[in-house]
């Protein structure tokens, strides 16, 4: 079976920082691309990042551009996403996803096969 485990989430104040960390299993990990979404109560799921296969093209939303930075280690079968200088905005429970996207569409959440359960992130002060 494949699993996907989101986990380092937390609370945090405005202005601080959160690494994600996602573990995945049951898959070949080399060979897919992997992606980070979120999703504020009331509000629709959103990409925050993606890393690509091969060589690991990055891609971001606009709205962490600068601030988050997204990596993977292969040996390790892990995606980070270390996130820095958080608002309240940010918010909201992440999610880890395991799929094959065209770098296009790499934010459209029906692109990805498999899904982690999610870790909550909470920036207020």
């Known amino acids: 079976d494949v699993q996907l485990q989101a986990f380092g989430g937390g609370l945090v104040q405005p202005g601080g920082s959160l690494r994600l960390s996602c573990v995945a299993s049951g898959i070949a990990f080399d060979d897919y691309a992997i992606s980070w979404f979120r999703q504020a109560p009331a509000k629709e799921r959103e990409g925050v990042s993606c890393i690509d296969s091969g060589f690991g093209d990055t891609y971001y939303g606009d709205s962490v551009k600068g601030r988050f930075t997204i990596s993977r280690d292969n040996a390790k079968s892990t995606v980070y996403l270390q996130m820095n200088s958080l608002v309240p905005e940010d918010t909201g429970v992440y999610y880890c996803?395991?799929?094959?996207?065209?770098?296009?569409?790499?934010?459209?959440?029906?692109?990805?096969?498999?899904w982690g359960q999610g870790t909550q992130v909470t920036v207020s002060s």
């Open positions: 996803a395991v799929g094959r996207p065209v770098a296009s569409a790499w934010s459209t959440s029906s692109m990805y096969y498999y």
